[in-house]
């Protein structure tokens, strides 16, 4: 815990690195100092074919869901260093969103082997 789901529109693999996409999104993460780095799971889903609003802009959208019990002040400090981090990585006309999720525990399993 905590997962975090990275979605961006499939244009931008010509513009930046998956891999720095993908790091700076985990090690934003981390570096709140709410989660320890082995818990984090992160993860990319491209979109071929989505819309902005009225146009074709690229985006980013980035959900993280995480275990309820942090404060919402937490979840605002995540949410804040997460985009800003992200969005230092691009310089041009970009959606970028951020959004924390609370996982519901009545239903949530995990499986390690």
Do not use: W
């Not at 802009?57 to 995480?66: A, D, E, S, W």
């Not at 949410?79 to 239903?107: C, G, R, T, W, Y």
Request: charged content about 25%; some cysteine; aromatic content about 8%.
């Amino acid at each position: 815990m905590p997962h975090c789901i990275v979605e961006y529109a499939k244009d931008l693999e010509n513009d930046i690195d998956l891999n720095e996409l993908m790091t700076t999104a985990h090690f934003s993460i981390f570096s709140s100092g709410i989660f320890e780095e082995e818990d984090i799971k992160t993860r990319l889903v491209p979109y071929e074919i989505y819309r902005t609003g009225t146009t074709a802009k690229p985006f980013v959208h980035i959900t993280l869901r995480i275990l309820p019990g942090r404060s919402e002040q937490q979840k605002d400090m995540l949410s804040e260093l997460i985009l800003h981090n992200v969005a230092s990585m691009f310089h041009s006309d970009i959606a970028i969103s951020v959004e924390i999720e609370d996982i519901n525990q009545q239903s949530y399993r995990k499986y390690v082997v």
